[in-house]
């Protein structure tokens, strides 16, 4: 169940490249077609999550649990949707754009457990599933916020709009996957070449 796209650190960095100009072509309301990239492992089938934070604050989250684009257009999309389609937040603005800070989560394939014991905090993210109601909440989330696996169970099952104890009714649905996380500040001049390229 480990994430089965091995990025290389050039390869994240242009994802992370590809999130931004993304995003800023969303805000600017322009289209944007990302440039294939040679990496195969790029253009694999990947679930994927785009988020964006403004001074250490979210600001827009937005991703596909399935895989079912190139990893490289899922990071595009998303990205875009996390900075203009987000509906917890209004729209980025252009102004806002020089303070905010993208970080890419690829997914692995869902796995569904039997018992919540399976769920190991800091390395799984959760997924829970009741009828048509969904909620997921990525691995770093619980590890942000000092949570122990009770309060991540129960702010996933707030996020799919049922009761906060959800994950011990037998027809709840549980599954976990795990991410390979990584984010501009961790690249230093990631952030900094995006912007230049978009000038």
């Known amino acids: 169940m480990e994430v089965d796209i091995f990025l290389s650190q050039d390869e994240k960095r242009e994802l992370l490249s590809i999130a931004r100009q993304a995003a800023t072509r969303a805000v600017s309301r322009q289209g944007y077609v990302p440039v294939e990239p040679s990496s195969r492992e790029l253009k694999r ?6 988020t964006l934070r403004e001074n250490g604050e979210l600001r ?26 987000d509906p917890r937040f209004e729209p ?21 457990i039997k018992s919540t014991d399976e769920i190991i905090i800091g390395k799984h993210g959760v997924l829970v599933e009741k009828d048509f109601y969904r909620g997921l909440l990525l691995p770093q989330v619980a590890t942000e916020n000092n949570w122990d696996k009770e309060q991540f169970l129960s702010y996933t099952c707030t996020k799919a ?13 549980i599954y976990v996957f795990t991410a390979d996380v990584f984010s501009e500040e961790e ?5 900094e070449e995006s912007i230049v390229e978009r000038t």
Do not use: M, W
């Open 92 to 112: 980025v603005s252009e102004t806002e754009l020089k303070n905010i800070e993208v970080e890419i989560s690829v997914l692995s394939p869902l796995h569904e």
């Open 45 to 50: 089938k990947a679930a994927g999550f785009v």
């Open 60 to 85: 827009g989250c937005i991703g596909y649990v399935e895989a079912r684009l190139p990893l490289y257009q899922t990071i595009a999309e998303t990205a875009a949707k996390a900075a203009v389609g």
């Open 161 to 173: 709009g049922l009761d906060r104890d959800c994950y011990k009714n037998p027809r709840v649905r």
């Open 187 to 191: 690249f230093g001049a990631a952030r």
